[in-house]
């Protein structure tokens, strides 16, 4: 049927995005663009619909984007122009995430880079639209990020109510499982502890694009926390060498100026 369904596909080359529509029934058809009124899926040209209750999956395409193209610029820090990308793609399909969609993954790549980007409400948004989706891992992970964002808002018994919720989140990923119970466990006041997970980063994740730079930047401010503004200097240093003109660096220079009474690189 796929095969059959290619020269669709082409044509709906230049729209935001195409989706192939199956039923329960086997059937498949392809639509520019989903039009869902109440509880139907009207086919294109609006002359026939098909009720939800028949739609076993939906498979959207966008023009241009795949999950292997923001996995490559997620790695190589092109996060704001990702998360422009995506907000034009995905944010006209993010409606339809109630639906079974392969919606999913795509707005978990919107959240990390709404997340980094310091995008607080859009972030918000899309962890409303991947709860809507009812899948697990992808809750778990979107909880993950909610959780950092209320540290970062100051709201630390908020953030460990949320962390407690999320069901497995070494299996959403275990340096991001390390850096969230390090920064849990340096709002609670045990720096010693907060160290043994920074430390288990940089022994085991040095190499994780995502993870290591907070990482880094958590030491700092345990070596800050623990009153050793020696240490706290060294790791802001490699903060500033490792990530020029980015917000560790700046976030460095802060650190290293508050520890020594100099920010230069």
Same mark, same amino acid.
């Given at each position: &049927? ?26 498949? /058809? ?23 209750? &028949? ?13 292997? &193209? *923001? ?7 092109? @996060? ?15 409606? /339809? *995430?109630? %639906? ?12 990390? *880079? ?10 918000? @948004?899309?962890?409303?639209?991947? @709860? ?5 891992? %992808? ?6 990020? /909610? ?38 466990? %340096? ?16 022994? /085991? ?51 290293? &100026? ?8």
């Amino acid at each position: &049927m796929f095969i059959v369904l290619a020269p669709v596909w082409a044509a709906f080359a230049q729209s935001e995005y195409a989706a192939k529509v199956t039923l329960n029934t086997g059937q498949s /058809f392809v639509v520019p663009h989903l039009d869902v009124q109440g509880e139907r899926l009207m086919r294109t040209g609006g002359t026939s619909s098909v009720a939800l209750s &028949m739609v076993e999956s939906i498979e959207f395409r966008f023009t241009g984007v795949s999950l292997s &193209m *923001c996995e490559s610029m997620f790695s190589h820090g092109d @996060r704001k122009a990702l998360e422009g990308v995506l907000e034009q793609s995905i944010g006209p399909a993010a409606q /339809f *995430c109630s %639906l079974p969609t392969n919606l999913g993954p795509y707005l978990l790549w919107w959240l990390r *880079c709404q997340f980094w980007n310091g995008s607080q409400a859009g972030a918000g @948004r899309t962890i409303g639209y991947i @709860r809507q989706t009812g899948r697990p891992e %992808l809750i778990d992970a979107a909880g993950m990020y /909610f959780v950092l964002m209320l540290l970062d808002q100051d709201k630390p018994e908020n953030a460990r109510t949320v962390w407690e919720s999320v069901a497995d989140p070494a299996a959403v990923s275990k340096p991001m499982t390390a850096y969230i119970q390090g920064r849990l466990a %340096l709002e609670a006041g045990d720096p010693q502890r907060a160290m043994r997970y920074a430390a288990e980063l940089a022994a /085991f994740y040095r190499r994780d694009e995502e993870w290591m730079p907070p990482a880094t930047l958590l030491e700092a401010q345990i070596y800050q926390k623990m009153g050793q503004p020696l240490k706290a200097a060294a790791a802001a240093e490699e903060l500033i060498l490792a990530y020029p003109d980015s917000q560790w660096s700046e976030q460095g220079r802060k650190i290293k &100026m508050e520890s020594t009474g100099t920010g230069g690189g």
